[in-house]
């Protein structure tokens, strides 16, 4: 299990194949994989930038807490957690989750998991910048389910 | 802004004991132009308290959520020497 900070932009293909180089092979057969990007708009704004300030100590706690809370409750065998922090541009990889398992139930499941926990657990906090260089800062999340 | 520095007691001297750390994040560390400053812990006992002396008397937002040590807890949580309070609106990352 691992959780990655990046206060620079990140790969996500690049974190999933080099996290999953040091699993032994044949031992998964289901891996799940979610990534968060940066999108120009929110609530009908141009958005231009985002500034994503953490708690830095209390973030690597809580997210290596939900990481081996993911291990625990769900049938997998590894789960792995990467965020960006810092200046953030739209179409750039905000997030990434990944989960390897024997099979795709409890991948699938344990990924929503780590991305709903870390929703509402992780200490984060997104400060857009609009088109007219103004500012302001993000006060809730998206609701994670459609329904 | 208010910064981190040493606590100076009664008699000049540089006290780093018998103190509570507290920090503040996003809205409220630019509404209350603190980050961090360190509280006396003889004058609180709980979380709630720690916001009092450490914003002096500021009024705590209905929405601020808070940890101690690292770990999410409520306002009434007791807190003793050498705990790192920390103040902070809904989380938004992901």
């Not at chain 1, 990046?6 to 999933?16: E, R, T």
């Not at chain 2, 007691?9 to 809205?27: H, N, Q, R």
Request: aromatic share 8%; hydrophobic share 40%; charged share 20%.
């Amino acid at each position: 299990m691992s959780v990655h900070i990046f206060p620079d932009p990140f790969v996500p293909a690049d974190i999933l194949s080099a996290h999953e180089s040091s699993l032994t092979a044949g031992s998964f057969g289901a891996t799940a994989s979610f990534v968060g990007t940066m999108r120009d708009f929110n609530e009908g704004d141009d958005v231009t930038s985002m500034t994503l300030e953490h708690y830095p100590e209390m973030t690597a706690k809580q997210l290596q807490q939900i990481i081996e809370r993911s291990i625990q409750d769900f049938d997998i065998q590894d789960a792995l957690i990467a965020h960006r922090v810092g200046q953030i541009n739209p179409g750039e990889p905000i997030v990434l989750t990944a989960v390897w398992s024997a099979h795709r139930a409890a991948a699938f499941d344990a990924c929503r998991f780590l991305m709903e926990a870390l929703k509402s657990e992780a200490p984060f906090w997104k400060k857009e910048t609009l088109s007219d260089n103004s500012q302001r800062w993000v006060e809730k999340n998206t609701p994670g389910y459609s329904d | 802004m208010a910064v981190y520095s040493p606590l100076v007691t009664t008699k000049g001297t540089i006290s780093t004991l018998m103190t509570i750390k507290a920090k503040f994040f996003a809205t409220l560390r630019e509404s209350l132009n603190i980050e961090q400053v360190d509280v006396n812990s003889d004058e609180v006992a709980n979380v709630t308290d720690v916001w009092r002396v450490a914003t002096a008397g500021e009024p705590m937002p209905d929405h601020v959520l808070c940890s101690v040590n690292l770990e999410h807890m409520p306002a009434d949580t007791v807190v003793k020497d050498g705990d790192e309070i920390a103040f902070f609106p809904p989380v938004t990352g992901g």
